[in-house]
């Protein structure tokens, strides 16, 4: 049997709303050692993602305030996502395409997890230095 994206995603997935600060955010990250989370709007709908460097380059680089600056107004919206039962070739050739590291995983409307290029690396060659680096835990 093909491994599809429901055996390899991270479920369930970091979301937050988009009035979180990314101070609040930021904290989010570092205590569930992510980084990005999943940006939703009032109604719990997928509204975008938001990556720790999003944060540096769109806030702290511009001389943004953490504190004030939201989750909704920095995150990249409009993010392609995939189903849990997409094939692993179906998501690596959606990241190329789109130039992204990682896809929210949607079951209709519902966000049910998220699938990193480090995740379909390890399954593709769990032996691949992408692979290794994604394993790692750096805070170790």
Do not use: W, Y
Not at 47 to 74: E, S, V, W
């Amino acid at each position: 049997m093909a491994i599809s994206i429901s055996d390899l995603m991270t479920s369930p997935a970091r979301t937050i709303g988009k009035d979180t600060t990314l101070r609040e955010a930021s904290q989010i990250m570092r205590d569930g050692d992510v980084g990005d989370v999943i940006v939703t709007d009032s109604q719990g709908a997928l509204f975008g993602i938001l990556t720790d460097r999003d944060i540096i380059m769109r806030c702290l680089a511009t001389g943004g305030d953490p504190d004030t600056q939201t989750a909704g107004a920095t995150c990249t919206e409009h993010v392609s996502t995939v189903p849990p039962q997409c094939r692993v070739s179906e998501a690596v050739d959606m990241m190329r395409s789109q130039a992204v590291r990682r896809l929210p995983v949607t079951d209709g409307d519902d966000i049910v997890g998220i699938i990193s290029i480090g995740d379909l690396a390890r399954a593709v060659d769990e032996h691949s230095a992408l692979a290794d680096v994604s394993s790692a835990n750096p805070n170790h």
